[in-house]
């Protein structure tokens, strides 16, 4: 079997607990088979980096995992990562365009870092290894790894959503950033919406021939697209949730709340999840159903993110003044509409609070998946569950089709879907909890691993 090198832009210790989707799934990705995973440490340098080969490269060993991490200088963190990275791909691709900055040094700074990761990761590749890269931050690694004359086979997976071809056209670097995808051997995406997309912009900006479903020919090469949702690790949560800490937070919450029904939301701060929209048809639910005052209290989780991004800090002052208007319009002196909590919840906590809850609220305007959505519904007690308001928007969506779907945007509609799920009957509840459980458990993250890494050993290299 051949070994596995995962590639993301960070790289964090396997050992301690991460927020972020990526993180969670490479993690569990890898603990199983071992392997190398490689990125940027997560450290900013003052002094300018300098040097090439290995000198950058830090390796530890952590379990049966290799961790091979480099730092980066402020002025590469300050391009690639928060110039180009986060102020126009993570936009862009979330159909942000009102939100990207285009700055022609960021997309230089985007490339160079590439360079410099495919430099540094050449010498470690054995020639058997499968590499997989995740995510926006690298997509031109192959390319420049192929430069350097590398063969192995090499898939990439996007966790974020791919926009319609008109919407990725607005980047002014759209060809080169594309084109550098076909020195994939493969290319996975969470969606089929994805996958139409992507399909499309192959076809129409790319001139792309689409040899058949999924297979795509155009520059001298061959490449494989394909849709594979990601999942969650059932059993790991599923024990996380017996853990004490994880069953000391329900009976907190529990106590904390004995005469209320509660909602949820745990999130990363970021303005792709919809929360002041959220937050608004919460307020909009209060509004129109009078029967939940003193009674409902969404906790709504926001992990502080990106903080260095202007958008990130607009948000963050938004989410303060929706909330403090919230509670101070609404509140009794007994009772508060809405916790709202900016930080990380420990994930050995997570299905405890989970579980107390009665509706989660995962109301993304674009999302690539949502795992907050699946370690919901993983977390309910199966005889007496609680209800799932999606977003359709979500990639989520697609699969999970029972769980009550709303337009993110429409504020009265998200008062509506939560009402159905606050007073929905015991035997509705349990039927669509067990349709959305057999999906999750199905297309799990070990499905997601394996039906990706199979389909890259046997995509046709061309
Ligand atoms: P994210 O945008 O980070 O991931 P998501 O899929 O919801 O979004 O994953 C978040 C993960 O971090 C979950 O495991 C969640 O439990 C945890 N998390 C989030 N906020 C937290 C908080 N405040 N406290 C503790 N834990 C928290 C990206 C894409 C998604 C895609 C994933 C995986 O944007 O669409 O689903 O990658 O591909």
């Not at 340098?45 to 402020?74: F, H, Y």
């Not at 048809?281 to 992990?303: M, W």
């Not at 989970?354 to 993983?378: H, I, Q, S, W």
């Not at 199966?382 to 009550?404: I, K, M, N």
Request: aromatic letters at 8%.
């Amino acid at each position: 079997m051949s070994r596995i090198v995962v590639v993301s832009n960070r790289v964090s210790d396997p050992h301690k607990p991460a927020a972020g989707g990526l993180a969670v799934a490479v993690k569990e990705s890898l603990r199983k088979t071992g392997g190398i995973w490689f990125g940027w440490s997560g450290r900013i340098t003052d002094e300018p980096a300098r040097g090439s080969g290995q000198e950058r490269v830090r390796v530890e060993t952590s379990g049966n995992i290799r961790l091979a991490t480099m730092d980066l200088s402020r002025r590469e963190y300050e391009m690639y990562y928060a110039g180009y990275s986060n102020n126009v791909l993570w936009p862009v691709f979330h159909y942000r365009l009102d939100l990207a900055q285009f700055d022609k040094r960021h997309a230089a700074g985007y490339r160079h870092v590439n360079q410099l990761l495919a430099q540094q990761l050449r010498p470690l590749l054995e020639p058997d290894d499968i590499v997989w890269v995740h995510d926006y931050h690298l997509i031109p690694l192959a390319a420049e790894l192929r430069a350097m004359g590398c063969e192995n086979r090499i898939g990439f997976f996007l966790h974020i959503p791919v926009p319609p071809p008109l919407i990725l056209a607005a980047i002014p670097e759209h060809e080169w950033l594309m084109r550098s995808l076909f020195s994939y051997d493969l290319v996975g995406v969470q969606s089929q919406a994805d996958l139409t997309h992507l399909e499309r912009y192959m076809a129409t900006e790319a001139k792309a021939e689409i040899v058949r479903d999924g297979v795509l020919r155009a520059f001298g090469r061959t490449l494989q697209i394909g849709a594979f949702p990601i999942g969650i690790d059932v059993n790991e949560f599923a024990s996380l949730a017996k853990g004490t800490e994880s069953m000391d937070m329900l009976e907190t919450m529990r106590e904390e709340y004995s005469r209320r029904q509660l909602l949820v939301g745990v999130d990363r701060l970021d303005y792709s999840k919809g929360l002041p929209q959220r937050l608004l048809g919460f307020r909009e639910l209060l509004e129109r159903y009078p029967e939940n005052r003193s009674r409902a209290t969404l906790i709504q989780i926001a992990a502080p993110s990106r903080e260095d991004v202007d958008a990130y800090g607009e948000l963050r002052q938004q989410m303060d003044s929706i909330c403090g208007a919230l509670n101070s319009d609404y509140g009794e002196l007994d009772w508060m509409p809405v916790r709202y909590i900016r930080r990380n919840v420990a994930r050995k906590r997570l299905p405890g609070l989970y579980r107390a809850c009665r509706v989660a609220l995962v109301t993304p305007l674009r999302d690539g998946m949502n795992l907050v959505a699946k370690e919901f519904l993983a977390a309910q007690d199966p005889a007496d569950p609680g209800v799932l308001v999606l977003s359709r928007f979500a990639g989520a969506a697609e699969q999970l089709t029972e769980a009550l779907h709303v337009n993110p945007y429409d504020t009265e509609g998200i008062a509506h879907a939560t009402q159905s799920a606050l007073t929905m009957p015991l035997e509705e509840r349990v039927k669509r909890h067990e349709a959305l459980m057999t999906r999750i458990r199905r297309y799990d993250v070990h499905w997601w691993r394996n039906a990706f890494l199979d389909a890259l050993e046997q995509a046709v290299v061309a």
